[in-house]
């Protein structure tokens, strides 16, 4: 969700009855106009509205107390809408969604008259809401027009869900983010972990009963696949090879609901491995002990790798306090005797039960919600002790303000599970133990121990994917109580819902939250708080702010960033998605989870895909190569901070945005991203022209070849041609070419001999002169005479060549040139080679 705008500069104050005097919104309100609530439902509204949410009861004119804004109040079967009176855009600060609504309290505060003032002004009806989410908001509700008593109403009916099939989830249905079977997630995790990724898993692999793959170590066993063994467990579960399925159901009846020790993560190259379980049935003496279940404890120690014989270490991590866990014997349970399990050390981390966790946060949220800038009473903090001072009052109200943020107990509590995560992952990364974790039931403390230690361990699940196989695996698929913890209700009904609704009413002023104190009366606890009916607690958000924790620390290891985890919290908190219901992975199997509701996964998957890795749910440091083994960060790195983008997004919006700077770097990574495309585009250009110039470069270089072949044609052709009028200059005839090519001779001094008529021939062919194949230019004489000679052949050779002899013989024997004809003699002379020869050998004789 998107923080709310911040409140305007003008604060109005519940408390003071003079300031309604002014041109707030709660002043052009007509409070004693009466109007009924309307049911239609308007066009204009739909727009706004998912798939299968319907309007149940709108008001209008109604104020956010908390920014002093007026605006429209929808109640829809999924969410609270509030729309701006003038804009008609949903006001983020007072849109929230049923489920993360913890509790609802009807107020009227009886506004203070002045001497002016008669006694007859109206009181204000005020609802306030508490969310899962830190947030505290106040609506106020013109008087006489039962605006607050529909809304409140109907929030009571679609908020607290008789049935699980009436969430939301259910109605909305799978839609396009289709949930594949979290079964075969869940085993394709297995063979990663047992080396068998080559493996994958098959909805026909879980039917066979086929899945029951094994290393040198450990085996995935079936043993309970029909959840008769544990019905909180998985239907797989990784076990040692050497433990058989009978050992497993005596060692199962000695731990608490029956959750025996099982592995949860293993190191492939050491051998150690992460396990857990409940608690052991000890007793109250301590003195019942179970071999089986020694001796599974016990195969969790193999032989350490490295030709080393002796046995790796175990510890078994109770996350309880030490007299906790002493307290718990008196009802059967407690923790394990060193002495009765083989090499093992036990360790108490001291982290406190659901109830504590429940109460802290409550406190937490409270002090935002008194010191935040959008107080759920309307007051700046600047303004609540009087005085506009910096920091809000004056030092001891700071003081205090201080003191109620570490009275809260919040950072101490997220630094113990901090603590006792990295405690868990150094000794299975620097000492090669074994590591067995368990609180109470197994499923809260413990599941947030070991999600934690293999978000330290293995890089894989600081990843998208390994994010989602982590939670799956050790929230999900090990049975956390994710209904009874987020207050929805269970397959069998209502479960632990504990929905608590309050009314109070008081004259002059109004507590923001229940648990303020320092800010008026108090409201009344709902009889359902108590630690015995109310299982509700923030376990499952807390072990979140711890990975915030650890993103802080290590900027460069996660591939998600902050803004994913806010975005995942509160589509958990929303039960949009059906992922996250029920206490079990039996109970969401019985109520087909998987096939009638959508997948939170794909909803998150597919918000990344439209905008790639310019997406705000990637982190834009991630570096897998700089952090690709364990996190294992010192004591001293593990001081936690409030965590701005979700503990301070809806009192402190301004100061939430601490990730504007890496917006600011994301927007930077985009325009960079742009201008490499740009650059690839321009140099794929640069590339193609180059090509083109080359290819010019080519043509051209080949036209100047051609060039200059024709001139060398030409020049030989100018050679032979003057050759040829040289030659037949010589025999005294006069030489005539015609525009058609042809040559006509003319013999000067003897009548008897006719015109000779020469002709060339040449071809052009693919733009280069080409000439016959016997000479490069031809001449043909024709010599027509009525008179016949006695010796033609020596009158033609003597008047035609000057090369013959007198005894008839031929200085030039290539010539060719004596072929006869009954009525003409043909020449054809090679006048390159008559070119070369010298007319003055043939003319001046030595003899």
């Avoid at 060719?816 to 050998?841: E, H, M, P, T, W």
Wanted: glycine share 6%.
């Amino acid at each position: 969700m998107a923080a709310p705008r911040p409140r305007s500069t003008r604060s109005t104050s519940l408390r003071d009855s003079d300031k309604l005097e002014g041109t707030a919104c709660w002043d052009a309100l007509e409070w004693t106009k009466i109007e009924p609530v309307t049911s239609s439902v308007s066009h204009a509204n739909l727009d706004l509205l998912l798939d299968a949410e319907r309007i149940v009861v709108e008001g209008y004119g109604v104020v956010l107390v908390n920014t002093d804004e007026a605006g429209t109040l929808i109640v829809t079967n999924f969410r609270i809408l509030f729309l701006s009176e003038g804009t008609r855009n949903i006001i983020a600060l007072g849109t929230i969604p049923l489920a993360a609504i913890e509790k609802l309290n009807k107020m009227a505060v009886k506004i203070q008259s002045t001497p002016r003032q008669t006694d007859k002004n109206p009181s204000r009806r005020l609802l306030q809401v508490i969310g899962k989410d830190m947030r505290i908001v106040v609506f106020g509700f013109r008087p006489k027009t039962k605006q607050r008593r529909a809304v409140y109403d109907a929030l009571v009916k679609c908020a607290t869900p008789a049935r699980i099939w009436d969430i939301y989830a259910f109605s909305s249905g799978p839609s396009k983010c289709v949930n594949t079977n979290p079964k075969v997630r869940l085993l394709n995790e297995y063979f990663r972990l047992l080396g068998k990724s080559s493996s994958s898993a098959t909805m026909d692999m879980i039917e066979e009963g086929s899945f029951t793959l094994s290393n040198e170590l450990w085996r995935i066993s079936d043993i309970n696949s029909t959840y008769t063994m544990c019905q909180s467990y998985p239907f797989a579960l990784i076990v040692p090879e050497c433990i058989i399925d009978q050992e497993l159901l005596q060692a199962s009846s000695f731990r608490a609901r029956y959750r025996l020790p099982v592995i949860s993560w293993c190191h492939s190259g050491t051998g150690a491995v992460l396990a857990r379980s409940s608690q052991p049935l000890v007793g109250l003496m301590m003195n019942m002990r179970s071999n089986a279940d020694e001796k599974l404890v016990a195969s969790l120690c193999t032989q350490l790798a490295g030709g080393k014989m002796s046995r790796r270490k175990l510890y078994i991590a109770d996350a309880r306090p030490r007299k906790n866990a002493l307290a718990n014997g008196a009802m059967g349970g407690g923790s394990e005797s060193s002495s009765n399990y083989f090499q093992s050390e036990i360790v108490f981390f001291g982290i406190d039960n659901i109830h504590a966790m429940r109460e802290s946060f409550a406190r937490l949220r409270d002090y935002l919600d008194t010191h935040g800038t959008t107080s759920s009473d309307g007051m700046s903090s600047f303004l609540r002790h009087g005085g506009w001072t910096w920091g809000g009052g004056n030092l001891s109200s700071m003081s205090a303000s201080v003191s109620t943020l570490g009275d809260s107990g919040w950072l101490i509590h997220v630094q113990s599970i901090l603590a006792g995560s990295a405690w868990i992952a150094a000794q299975i990364a620097l000492e090669s133990a074994s590591v067995l974790v368990h609180c109470s039931d197994g499923w809260d403390r413990t599941t947030q121990l070991v999600a934690l230690a293999n978000l330290l361990l293995d890089p894989y699940y600081r990843t998208f994917a390994g994010f989602q196989a982590l939670v799956e695996k050790d929230w999900l698929a090990f049975g956390h109580p994710f209904s009874d913890r987020v207050g929805m209700p269970t397959l069998s009904g209502s479960g632990d819902i504990s929905f608590e609704l309050c009314r109070q009413s008081s004259t002059g002023s109004f507590p923001s939250s229940p648990m303020r104190q320092s800010s008026g009366s108090l409201a009344p606890q709902a009889s359902g708080s108590s630690h015995a009916q109310n299982n509700y607690s923030p376990i499952f958000l807390q072990w979140v702010d711890c990975v915030s924790q650890l993103m802080r620390m290590y900027p460069f290891a996660f591939e998600f960033s902050s803004a994913f985890l806010v975005d995942f919290l509160d589509c958990v908190l929303s039960c949009r998605f059906g992922n996250f219901l029920c206490n079990s992975e039996k109970e969401r199997q019985q109520c087909g989870v998987a096939e009638a509701c959508g997948c939170l996964w794909a909803y998150l998957a597919d918000l990344r895909s439209s905008a790639g890795s310019s997406h705000v749910h990637y982190n834009l440091f991630y570096d897998p190569l700089k952090h690709n083994g364990p996190l294992l960060p010192p004591a001293a790195a593990l001081a936690p901070t409030l965590w701005p983008q979700f503990h301070l997004r809806w009192a402190c919006p301004t100061e939430a945005q601490t990730g504007e700077l890496e917006a600011q770097c994301r927007d930077m990574a985009i325009k960079f991203s742009e201008l490499k495309k740009a650059k690839e585009l321009a140099e794929k250009k640069a590339k193609e022209t180059m090509i083109a110039m080359e290819s010019q470069t080519a043509e051209l270089r080949k036209e100047k070849q051609l060039r200059s072949k024709a001139v060398n044609v030409a020049s030989r052709a100018s050679k032979e041609s003057e050759a040829i009028n040289r030659a037949v200059q010589s025999l005294g005839c006069k030489v005539q070419f015609s525009s058609s090519g042809d040559c006509t001779v003319d013999f000067e001094g003897n009548t008897t001999e006719s015109p000779l008529k020469m002709s060339a021939s040449k071809r052009v062919s693919d733009g280069s002169i080409q000439y016959d194949e016997k000479s490069d230019f031809s001449v043909s004489v024709t010599v027509m005479d009525d008179v016949v000679s006695s010796n033609p052949i020596g009158r033609v050779c003597e008047a035609l060549c000057p090369l013959r002899t007198g005894d008839g013989g031929c200085r030039w024997p290539d010539a060719g040139c004596a072929q006869l004809g009954s009525q003409f003699v043909g020449l054809k002379a090679n006048f390159d080679a008559f070119d070369r020869l010298s007319i003055y050998d043939s003319y001046f004789q030595s003899e």
